[in-house]
């Protein structure tokens, strides 16, 4: 049998037995059929490429994306796959819950069928508390139907576990549901005691990506989960959680992950993804092939699919990457599924097209805004007004305070200002305070509001939030404000 691409002279990571071995590998159609020291597998027909000595190593699998929080699943592809993310799994929420089901299945299917392989978990707990937020916005039925989708993996995590430690039915039965079709269940365990943790693994949580330090990390592995050790836009901690590894030298460290639980579009251009997450890990002292494990089999194995990618063995889905440094391992070749697909950071293949407008069925329909949409009436049964107060990216805290008021309604200065977060058949609005977040705002506007994507609105005039409310709706983008700079608007 010859390949249809034979890659000669390579030195590949075999992350299987944690070895770097001088071997040729060969390709056909989209699998691997041959690694090792053989030089007779080409054809006439046969892509000879020589690497001349660079490392060949398996594409990198994000086991914690956010695709659809800031750009839209195409484009994410199109970016990472050059930057050799050639895998991932989207924890469903963003674009999920502002589409529907219908509509979130048809573009992840899209993304399976082209030049990566993308895979999905599908939201369980969304909103995250429904008797305040309005109605879970996937029913019962979508996800019983969305179980044996093919690329269907997990719940997307669980961000209010506390309904799982109260015993909530509901959620409970959900989870049960999913485990028993074959799923997985993200988990989103913040804070959580070791009692908790257990309690939590019982409910069927399968895994978590909110260690802040190695003595959570290490908590989690011994209760069984599956660790993501996080460093991306939002949080930046494997200064912290790489001694959880140099920990864990001497056992298993096979469920152990690397993840940047989502990356901001400027980050992703200067940062990269994967790629940088593994060199950032290196440089905590990680060695390099157990980093290289950590964001290619060890997601495989988790997710199940070690059979199919991860590794560089035959039968493989040929995801490879072709490497000059292990250190810092950003591809100079990619080829996913047997193909081709980036040289030296630029998408050789033709790219996702854009996204077809309309797809969704959850339009925004809230009818007119006014001012008086976002003024916020006083409550007499308070001394001090209840303030959700910003501690840092993740980490939010109960606070009070004296907020001036002036015909009924409370006017925010200084650093606190009114939110207002009505979902998006304006059945429900939901209004407080916000303190920490950026002083004399006077209106912003985002439908970009994690997890269910309403409008959020934010400010200290309700005038300028009700006008940036409208033009973001009007303009159909994701955010627009106002902001009161020295005076001025």
């Known amino acids: 049998m010859k390949s249809d691409i034979f890659l000669v002279n390579g030195r590949v990571v075999n992350v299987y037995s944690g070895e770097i071995l001088p ?3 060969a390709i056909s159609g989209e699998k691997i059929y041959y690694v090792g020291p053989s030089k007779d597998l080409a054809g006439p ?36 796959v050059p930057q050799g993310t050639t895998c991932f799994f989207n924890d469903g929420h963003d674009l999920a819950n502002a589409l529907g089901p219908s509509a979130y299945l048809k573009t992840m299917a899209q993304l399976s069928d082209g030049f990566c392989s993308a ?17 879970d916005l996937w029913s019962d039925g979508d996800l019983e139907k969305a179980c044996v989708v093919d690329n269907v993996l997990s719940l997307s995590e669980i961000t209010p576990y506390l309904r799982l430690i109260n015993g909530e039915p509901a959620l409970k039965k959900r989870i049960r ?40 990390a290490l908590e989690r592995l011994r209760l069984g989960y599956y660790v993501m050790l996080r460093h991306g836009s939002i949080r930046q901690d494997l200064p912290f959680l790489a001694e959880a590894v140099h920990r864990s030298k001497e056992f298993d460290t096979s469920r152990i992950m690397l993840v940047p639980d989502g990356i901001f579009p400027d980050h992703l251009i200067s940062w990269g993804n ?95 805004l006014y001012a008086e949409t976002f003024k916020v009436a006083c409550r007499q049964s308070f001394q001090k007004v209840p303030v959700i107060k ?32 009505i979902n998006r058949d304006g059945t429900m609005r939901g209004q407080g305070f916000v303190q920490g977040f950026c002083p004399e705002l006077s209106g912003l506007a985002s439908t970009v509001a994690h997890e269910t994507h309403g409008l959020l609105v934010l400010g200290q ?29």
């Open 390 to 421: 910003i501690v840092n990216q993740t980490v939010t805290a109960l606070s009070e305070a004296d907020i001036p008021k002036r015909n009924g309604f409370y006017e925010p200065n200084g650093d606190i200002l009114a939110a207002t977060l």
């Open 177 to 216: 549901t999913a485990r028993e079709k074959g799923l997985l269940v993200e988990g989103h365990t913040t804070g959580a005691s070791w009692e908790k943790l257990n309690i939590l693994a019982m409910a069927g949580v399968t895994s978590c990506h909110e260690a802040l330090n190695a003595e959570d």
């Open 461 to 489: 005039s309700a005038e300028d939030m009700a006008q940036a409310a409208r033009d973001v709706l009007d303009l159909h983008i994701g955010v627009e404000g106002q902001a009161h700079v020295s005076g001025g608007i």
């Open 274 to 368: 994967m790629d940088w997450v593994v060199a950032k890990a290196v440089k905590e002292g990680i060695d390099p092939v157990r980093a290289i494990q950590m964001a290619t089999i060890n997601p495989a194995r988790y997710f199940r699919l070690d059979l199919l990618l991860g590794g560089i063995a035959p039968g493989r889905l040929a995801h490879l990457l072709v490497v000059d440094s292990l250190e810092t391992p950003t591809p100079r070749l990619v080829l996913s599924k047997g193909a081709v697909v980036a040289v030296d950071g630029i998408l050789s293949v033709t790219p996702f097209p854009t996204p077809e407008a309309g797809m969704g069925s959850r339009p925004f329909n809230l009818g007119p």
């Open 119 to 135: 895979y999905t978990g599908i939201p369980a707990a969304a909103p995250p508390y429904p008797d305040v937020e309005g109605g």
């Open 45 to 80: 027909e046969t892509r000879v490429i020589d690497v001349k000595g660079s490392f060949i190593i398996p594409g990198f699998f994000d086991a914690h994306a956010h695709a659809d929080l800031f750009y839209h699943p195409f484009s994410y592809a199109n970016h990472v």
């Open 23 to 25: 071997h040729n590998v």
